[in-house]
């Protein structure tokens, strides 16, 4: 029998609104939960708590526009649209045209991004019930910027369908390398049965530097704990604040995210979070904190900080304790983020991320996708390097 969400003949009703709060929680969460590879930071919570806590706001260059689809009053498509005065906090870099514009006398910015800010995880963007109705939320939010007459728009970190309906449309495809970790053993799949089994798997090279980097760690006397949910206190959180801080600052930047959207997760969404501490002497000194889905397995390396400087703690608080986390949890992947080969001596998998664009200006569009053409060629040249060096030993090396 047909689904009468998708099969209707009246018409849908486009509508732009200035903030996620204006649509009901629960409809926009529904939707989220019908989409494949779906994760928490698309939620309406997390989305909500980057407007409320002023971190994604006009303020900071993230000027929040929902290019919605409704139908006899129900939630039928949705993306998260934000205005952009620069191109921080994006993770997927183009400068380079920005430059280009400037130079001509044109101007970039204000651009268009449809992305979850700061959050470089790959997902679902386009929230829709079926793909005609994502082809149809995306074409609305091209005709909108177009009628706003802005230089571009840009989907980040899509998923399947979401590149499938940008290539529909026509829009040009670019590629990014991330590095991801799978719990299952090389040759059978079958999951790890602890971390020990993991290491058995490396190559002897790699085994030893990943024990040598753990030992160093606990030889200095530093212990890890891990909290999970409500158990992660309000102590646990400003702690973890002061170094995510401490470590923006170290690197000469302001911190993308105010301490304000962490108590929003606490009370929203405490279960999507898990934090590692590291104590020397009884003492805190450092933390990861990874995002976590129950529902898919899958745990995302996002934040960490330290007070003080101990050699590879980097290495064992934002990889080593949560991969052993993952395994004992029976987790089926860890994502570490953008960009880093060095995580592939951890095990971490070269994998192919997506995003799409569109360009208003017809000669720059094909400036552009002259350049993704030669760009995707080197990406598919760096992937094959890099298959190439395996951490996984041979089978019966």
Excluded at 164 to 176: E, I, T
Aim: charged share 25%; hydrophobic share 40%; aromatic share 12%.
């Amino acid at each position: 029998m047909p689904d009468p969400r998708r099969v209707s003949s009246t018409p849908v009703d486009v509508r732009v609104l200035q903030d996620v709060r204006e649509i009901a929680p629960q409809a926009w969460d529904d939707l989220l939960r019908e989409q494949p590879d779906a994760n928490p930071f698309m939620r309406h919570a997390y989305l909500a708590a980057m407007g409320a806590s002023g971190s994604a706001t006009a303020a900071t260059g993230w000027t929040p526009r929902l290019v919605t689809l409704w139908r006899g009053g129900a939630l039928q498509a949705a993306c998260a649209l934000y205005l952009k005065e620069h191109s921080y906090g994006e993770y997927v870099f183009d400068w380079a045209w920005a430059d280009a514009y400037q130079r001509h006398g044109l101007r970039y910015y204000p651009k268009a991004v449809i992305a979850s800010p700061f959050t470089p995880v790959p997902g679902p963007r386009l929230l829709a019930r079926d793909a005609p109705g994502r082809r149809a939320l995306l074409q609305a939010a091209i005709d909108w910027c177009a009628a706003q007459d802005l230089s571009s728009l840009h989907l980040l970190f899509g998923n399947a369908a979401d590149m499938q309906a940008c290539r529909d449309a026509g829009l040009l495809l670019r590629h990014q390398v991330q590095f991801h970790w799978h719990n299952a053993t090389p040759g059978d799949g079958r999951p790890f049965a602890d971390f020990e089994a993991f290491l058995a798997s490396l190559t002897q090279d790699k085994r030893k530097k990943i024990r040598q980097e753990r030992r160093r760690v606990a030889d200095a006397g530093v212990r890890f704990r891990w909290r999970r949910g409500r158990d992660i206190g309000p102590q646990d959180w400003d702690f973890f604040y002061r170094c995510y801080e401490r470590t923006y600052w170290e690197h000469g930047n302001a911190p993308y995210l105010q301490r304000s959207f962490f108590q929003a997760m606490a009370e929203a969404m405490p279960e999507n979070w898990l934090l590692f501490v590291a104590e020397h002497g009884g003492q805190p000194l450092a933390c990861s904190l990874v995002a976590l889905d129950d529902t898919s397995r899958v745990a995302y390396g996002r934040y960490w900080g330290a007070l003080e400087r101990v050699d590879r703690l980097h290495f064992e608080a934002c990889y080593y304790q949560p991969l052993q986390w993952c395994i004992a949890q029976g987790y089926r992947r860890f994502e570490g983020g953008a960009q880093g080969e060095h995580k592939m001596a951890r095990a971490l998998m070269p994998v192919r991320t997506g995003s799409a664009h569109w360009l208003a200006h017809p000669a720059f569009a094909d400036a552009v996708e002259r350049f993704l053409a030669r760009e995707g060629a080197g990406v598919d040249a760096y992937l094959d390097e890099l298959a190439a060096r395996t951490p996984f030993r041979q089978s019966g090396a």
